[in-house]
């Protein structure tokens, strides 16, 4: 009988093992979506309510880490709009990340530059902002990013396609050179 098996009947000693086997995944992926670790913590208590309520729900126990992602994930996003999260934190640390890769830097302030930048994507609406998290700071795929928010992929690719849109767009209005980088 599998662990998730036991937590299906009943049992809170194979729960607490599920626990302690799974906490520091879910902390991690907390931990990275808020960048805060009293957060990542709030997280853990709540997703692993949900598993306890929730875990007879799960068809194929082989997908327990998939659904136990799936849930960290949801959570993340219902603290983030119940609570307003300023929305800079999730950038602040990976920002520069996403422009090395897009954009080149060639002749621009680059304090200013990054500004601008991280402006121009907290400005996207929702969805794009989720969606270019989860892409360019999280490195999901769009197949991964599909699931997660359960939207059609190509509902994914539009929008990877119109935040690169929107901000080669913005960023050319600010007076920056759009080349890509070959890298």
């Not at 849109?165 to 209005?173: F, G, M, T």
Request: hydrophobic share 40%.
């Amino acid at each position: 009988m599998t662990l998730v098996s036991q937590v299906k009947a009943g049992d809170e000693l194979a729960f607490n093992q599920l626990y302690e086997n799974f906490n520091e995944n879910v902390y991690y992926w907390a931990y990275y979506y808020f960048t805060d670790r009293e957060q990542a913590f709030d997280v853990i208590q709540d997703v692993f309510t949900i598993v306890w309520e929730k875990i007879d729900t799960i068809k194929d126990e082989r997908a327990f880490y998939s659904w136990l992602r799936s849930i960290t994930l949801n959570v993340c996003h219902r603290l983030q709009r119940a609570k307003k999260l300023d929305i800079m934190e999730l950038y602040e640390q990976s920002i520069e990340q996403f422009a090395c890769v897009t954009y080149t830097k060639e002749k621009l302030d680059y304090e200013f530059f990054m500004d601008t930048l991280q402006m121009l994507i907290l400005s996207l609406q929702d969805s794009l902002r989720t969606t270019a998290f989860l892409h360019y700071i999280q490195e999901y795929e769009p197949i991964e990013i599909s699931k997660l928010l359960h939207v059609p992929l190509g509902t994914i690719h539009s929008r990877l396609y119109r935040i690169r849109l929107d901000l080669s767009y913005q960023l050319h209005k600010h007076g920056y050179s759009m080349n890509r980088n070959d890298a």
